[in-house]
C-alpha cells in the first residue's frame, strides 16, 4: 500500500511568498491506494533548507486542514521550507516525507519599511483623466546579487520594471481594497532582474480604483485625486549584506505614453513616446529636461498588509471567432465568447496611424450594443510609432467586459490573427467541474462559469462592464457556495471579508458595496438595513466555514454577525415586524417594470422577516461553535420566526402571498412548523405550475426554488423549471446564444433588441446561484461536514438526463460523483478523498443509505417513479454542525 501526503499548503495561499501571517497554519492532502484511510498522526520538519531542517516530534491527529504552525513565529522576509510526513489506518509506518515547501513572510512591520510614498511634483487637473507617470532612479549594482526582493504598492495601479523588464504576472496591482483601512504591497523576486553595473528601477502608474471614475455615481477622486508609489529594493550578497533602495525625494517623474487610462473609459496609447519617462541608464535615450521631481506624501505603513488571495492575472487568451460588417459598414470582432479582460493587437502602419477599439458584449440588430455600458466607454486608442517590422501593444491599466470589438483606423485590411482577447481576473484555482446528458445545461453550467471569471477581479462585482463594477454585498452573498465549488475562494473572500468588517466596524449595517464607495456619509446610522444584502455578514463566512473548514472565517466576522442583526432588529422595531421603508427585497423579479427592479409579487418586509429568522439561526451557531453564548441569537431566530409564521402563514402551511419566493424562503430558511411543511411544498409546487413552469423569482428567490422543490419530492418540478427555454427562464438566454449569465431575465428579448430597462448587463452572475443545486442534487455531491470532511451523495435523476457528472477538489483532494441511467436502471460511482467518509443515498423508493469511508465506490439500483416521494428527505436547512 502507498500513501503519499502532497505539498504543505499556507493558510489559503496558492503561492506563499511575502506572505502576512507570522504563523501560518499549514493543511496537506493525501494519496494512497487504501480503502477508507484515516490519517492517525503527522510529524512536520521545518528549517531555513532541506539541509537544515528540525523535526517538531509526531502529533497524533486526524486532521489535515490548517494545523498549527509548531515553530517560532516567522520574521519579517523569513524563509522557511517544509515539509510532512503522516500515519493512518492500515498503514505499516510513516508515509514518505511529502515534497519540499518554501514560505516567505514578507514585512510583517510597518518600521520594516524605509520607503516613502512618492509622487510626481507637476500640477494635474484632477477632475480629469490625466495621463500616468513613470517614477524611476537609477542604482548601481556593484558585487554578486544572491537574493532581491522588491516590496511595492501604490495609490493607484502600478506595474514595475527593472531595465525596462516587467515585473512579475500582477495585472491591476496592487488591487481594491479598502485603502483607508488595508492597502495591499506585492513581493517580487527580482533577482534574475538585476545586473552589473547600473540598472533603471520603475514604477509605472495610473488611477485605477484610487482616483479613476469608480461607481455610478460619474464620481472620480474617490480616495485621493494624486497617484503615488512606494516601492523597496532589497539586495543581498553572498555575505548576509543588505543594500536597500527605496522610494524617497531622490527619484524622478516622467510623463508616460498613456495619455490616458481609466478602468471605465478605457486606455489611450501614443507608441511615439514610448521610450522617454525613465531615468537614464547612460544612453541618451531620455534627455533631463523630460524629468522632473518627485513629492513625498505623509503616509502611515500601518495601513499596508500583504495578499490572502492571488493578484488579478491574465489567465487564457482566445483567437477571434469571425470577422463581421455591421449594417452600417463597421468592422466588428466576435471572440465567441464573453468575457472580461483587453485586446492584444499587432499592427503595421505609418507614423501617427490611430486604432481605435470600442467593446461591448452583445449586438443589437448587428450594431455594437453600447447602450448597457451607460457611462463607460470601453474604448481603447493606439497611435502607431511607424515600427518597420510592426509592432504589438496590449492596454496595461484598464479591462473591458465584452465579446464584440469594433476597430476602426485600421491600416490595411483587417486580418483577425492580428488580434487577441487576453482574459483576466483574479488567478484562482478551478475546483469543480459539472457535465451531464443535455448539452443546454452544459452551456448553462458554462455560463455560470465564465460570469465567475468575469466578475472575479479581485473583488466579487456585480457586472464587468458598466460604471459600476462594485462588490455588492447581496450577489455574493446568494453565489458564494456556487463559486466555492468551482473556484479555490477562501484566500479571495478573506480578503473582501476583511474588507467588510474594516469598514462596518461594530456598529450598524455593513455597506451595500465592499469596498465602500456608493454612500457619502458611510458611517451607520446612514446605511441602509437590507435584507438578504446585509445579511452577507452572516451568510458568506457561513458558508466559507462550510466549504472549507476555516473556523476563523466566523471568529473574525463574528462581531460584524452581532453588528448587523442588532441593525436588523432595530430596523423591525419591538414587535420584530418590518412595515416601513424601502428594501431592494425579491430584486428583478421578472414581473417587475424594466424602470422599477424592486417591484417584486413578494414583499420585501417578507424577505427581511425570513432573514432575520434565518441569519439569527445561522449566527446562533456560529457563536456556539466558537464558545461564544448564542442564546440571545437564538432567541431572536425563533421570535422572527414567529412573526414570519403569524403573518405570511396560514391554514397549516399556506403562504400569503402565495409566490414562489415566499415558499421557497420559508421551506429552505426552517421557518415552519414541522406539520406545515407538506402543504407549503405543495403550495410551492402548485405555484410553480400556475406560472406555467417559467421562473418567478428574483434575487431571493431563485437560488432556492430547486431546493424548495427537491427536498420535498417534488424534483420532477425543479427539473421542468430548470430545462424551460421559454422566457423568463435560466435556458432562454442560452437559446438566445448567452455565454454569460444576464442580469435579466430578458436583457435581451426575443427580437434580438436589448431591455430598456438602464440596468441591463450581459454578465452578472448572481441569477447564476442554481449551479449550486445542480452540484448538490442534481449530480449529488455536497459537503456534508465542514471543509467536505464528510459528503453526501444524493444524486436526484429526472428531467430525462442519462447521466451527470461532478468533481469538487475538497480540502481534503478530489471527490467525484458520475450516475448514468438507462430506463429505471440507475449505476453510481463515487470517490471519496483520503480522510473522508460519506453518506450516500440511492435514489430509489426506499433511499437506501450507504456510509462509506475513502476510496472508489459503485453503486445501483432501481430508480423511484416520478411522483414518488424519497424517503429520508429533510429540509436542506445548514444547521450549525460541529467540527470535523
Partial sequence: MTTTPSALRFEHHEEPFGIGEDRPRLSWQVSTDTPGWVQTAYELELGPDAAQLASYGRTESAEQILQPWPAPALNSRERVAARVRVWGTGDDGPS????????????????????????????????????????????????????????????????ASINGRR????????????????????????????????NVIGLEVADGWWRGYLGFQGKRNTYHDRTAVIAQLEMSDDGGNVTVISTDSGWR????????????????????????????????????????????????????????????????????????????????????QNLVGRVRITVSGAAGTEVTLRHAEVLEHGELGVRPLREAKQTDVYTLKGSAGGETWEPEFTIHGFRYVEVSGWPGEVDPEAFTAVVIHSDL???????????????????????????????????????????????????AATASFLYRIPGFTTSWLKDMAAEQGTDGPPPLVIPEVVAEKPPFPDRPVMAAWGDAAVLVPWVMYQRSGDLEFLRRQLPGMHAWLEAAAQA????????HGFQFGDWLDPAAPPDKPGDARTPWQLVAQAYLAYSARIAAGSAELL??????LAGLSQRAAAVFRERYVSDGG???????????????????????????????????????????????GTPLVCDALTDYGYATAA??????????????????????????????????????????????????????????SLAGLAPAGPGYRKLLVKPRPGGGLDWAEARHETPYGDAAVRWDRTGQDFTLDVTVPAGCTATVVLPDAGGTVHEVGSGQHSFACAVALPGVALAGIAPRVPEPVAQP
Avoid at 438566454?733 to 448567452?738: C, E, K, Q, Y
Fill in 654 to 700: 399556506l403562504l400569503q402571498p402565495p409566490t414562489q419566493t415566499a415558499y421557497a424562503v420559508a421551506l429552505t430558511f426552517g421557518l415552519l412548523e414541522p406539520g406545515e411543511e407538506a402543504l407549503a411544498a405543495a403550495g410551492l409546487a402548485a405555484a410553480v405550475e400556475d406560472d406555467g413552469y417559467r421562473i418567478a423569482t428574483g434575487f431571493v
Fill in 719 to 776: 427539473y421542468r423549471l430548470l430545462l424551460q427555454t421559454e422566457c423568463p427562464s435560466w435556458l432562454y438566454p442560452v437559446t438566445m446564444g448567452a455565454t454569460t449569465i444576464w442580469e435579466r431575465w430578458d436583457s435581451m428579448l426575443p427580437d434580438g433588441s436589448i431591455n430598456e430597462g438602464e440596468m441591463t448587463s450581459f454578465n452578472h452572475y448572481a441569477l447564476g446561484a442554481v449551479a449550486d443545486w445542480m452540484h448538490r
Fill in 253 to 336: 517623474a516622467g510623463r508616460s505614453p498613456m495619455l490616458a487610462a481609466d478602468l471605465y473609459v478605457g486606455e489611450t496609447y501614443d507608441a511615439r513616446l514610448e521610450d522617454g519617462g525613465w531615468a537614464s541608464s547612460g544612453a541618451d535615450d531620455v534627455q533631463p529636461s523630460e524629468l522632473h521631481p518627485v513629492a513625498v506624501e505623509a503616509f502611515d505603513a500601518a495601513v499596508l498588509v500583504a495578499p490572502d488571495g492571488p493578484p488579478v492575472r491574465a489567465t487564457e487568451e482566445r483567437a477571434v471567432a469571425a470577422v463581421l460588417a455591421s449594417p452600417s459598414g463597421k468592422t466588428i470582432l466576435d471572440f465567441g
Fill in 627 to 632: 464558545g461564544e453564548d448564542s442564546a440571545r
Fill in 167 to 198: 515585473v512579475g504576472r500582477d495585472i491591476l496591482a496592487p488591487g481594491w481594497t479598502s485603502y483607508h483601512h488595508r492597502l495591499r504591497y506585492q513581493t517580487y523576486d527580482v533577482t534574475d532582474y538585476l545586473q552589473p553595473g547600473t
Fill in 572 to 579: 423591525a422595531g419591538p414587535e420584530l415586524r418590518f412595515e
Fill in 96 to 159: 514518505e516525507w511529502s515534497p519540499l515547501t518554501y514560505v516567505e513572510a514578507g514585512l510583517l512591520n510597518p518600521a520594516d519599511w524605509q520607503a516613502a510614498m512618492i509622487r510626481p511634483a507637476w500640477d494635474e487637473a484632477s477632475e480629469s483623466i490625466e495621463p500616468a507617470a513613470r517614477l524611476s532612479r537609477t542604482i548601481e549594482v556593484t558585487g554578486p546579487v544572491t537574493s532581491a526582493r522588491l516590496y511595492a504598492s501604490a495609490h493607484g495601479v502600478y506595474v
Fill in 429 to 479: 484555482v478551478r475546483t469543480g467541474t459539472f457535465e451531464c446528458s443535455d448539452p443546454m445545461l452544459n452551456q448553462l453550467h458554462s455560463n455560470v462559469l465564465w460570469g465567475m471569471r468575469g466578475n472575479f477581479v479581485d473583488v466579487p462585482t456585480d457586472c464587468p462592464q458598466r460604471n459600476e463594477r462594485l462588490g455588492w454585498t447581496g450577489d455574493f452573498q446568494i453565489f
